[in-house]
């Protein structure tokens, strides 16, 4: 019984501000967002002063934002076995490795088709209820002590499909085969725990000296996961996307501005200190998100609740220090929390150093007029805040327009 209780805990809030939310007029955000003037300033004017512009950037959501972002240190694998080969009734080899990485372990599952015709381009996946859970919950794939523990069979892992979409921990493998990509899932709680008290000790030893956060760290985790897949001929190296979904789509889209070798961002849901405006009156605000998350940004980010304005820094540059590479943003009418309209808005906002690299970035005219052949591209769909058969459509179309022209 007591479980029962705190899962409609959990859960009937988020269903609540759906249902709230749908219909309602947004609110608009604090006036920041003028077409006519665009929110990349003066450092977009040629691609030389945005490249000269793009240290002090990072530095500045660094500062503000999300803390320190680890040392680039070299990914150790201390095992890896072939779990098994067609699965999936012979569409793709299951294979575990045992990595280390800052003194710490954790494993990536890799499937990867079994009939390749040559390097595969890859889906790097971040879940949140980790590697086992996303595999079907198959016994022989190592779960993570820190993970939530969503076994599939469990009335739990039901219930959080019910409201979060039949994806929400299980990717469509077969069918994402089927398209010729290989996937690489890896768990980042390992390296720091998404909870408040270990999250925070994770990372005062992790950076003891340099205040931190989970999200710029699970980012580097997905740059630790392409140190494997590199060294691997299998993996087309100029064919590497990131994905994740809300808090692992916000550290997916960090994770290609630091690290060049990821080739496309999928953020679904990412809201805010990911897609979405800090900037923004609607949605998420910075006081909610680092008084639930205190593990997840650096303490900075906190100070500027209320004060926003104070903030040097936006996410529309985020999404612009991704530029060129081809972003995709996903959002759902009746997800307000994760506020889509300013996730429209921020990349719009972005065109600007698009343009400089001689792409179009986001040309559809509206939040509805999805094009997936655009570098830069916003999806939305009815419902709440999830993962839905429909999601991972609009995904494989992206990757589809980018990977396999
Ligand atoms: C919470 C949080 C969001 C986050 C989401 C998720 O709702 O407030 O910022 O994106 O969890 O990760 O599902």
Redesign the pocket.
Known sequence: MRRVLIVLAILLP?MLVGCVSMGLPKVSSRGIYDPARPLIGPQAVSLETWNGARAGLVQAFEREVYGAYPDATQTEMLDHVVVETGAFEGRGDIEEYRLAMAGRETYLVTVTPTEADGPVPTIILQM?CGNRAALGGRADITSSPNDPGCDPDSWFAGAIRMVFGRHIMEPPIAEILDRGYALAIIYPGDIVPDRSSSGLVALESMLPDTPSGAITVWAWVYSRVIDVLDADPRYDRERTAVWG??????SALLAAVYDPRVDLVIAH??????TTLSRSHAG?SIA??TD??PHWFSPAYAGFAGNEEALSVDQHQLIALAAPRPVLIGGAWRDQ??DPQDSFRAARSANPVYALYGSEGLRQADMSAYDPTADLALFMRGGL?GVQPSDWDNFLAFLDAHFQP
């Open positions: 988020l949140f979904h809300s808090r692992n789509g916000k849901q990412a809201g805010t200190g990911g998420e909610q998100i639930s998350y929390w994760s805040h």
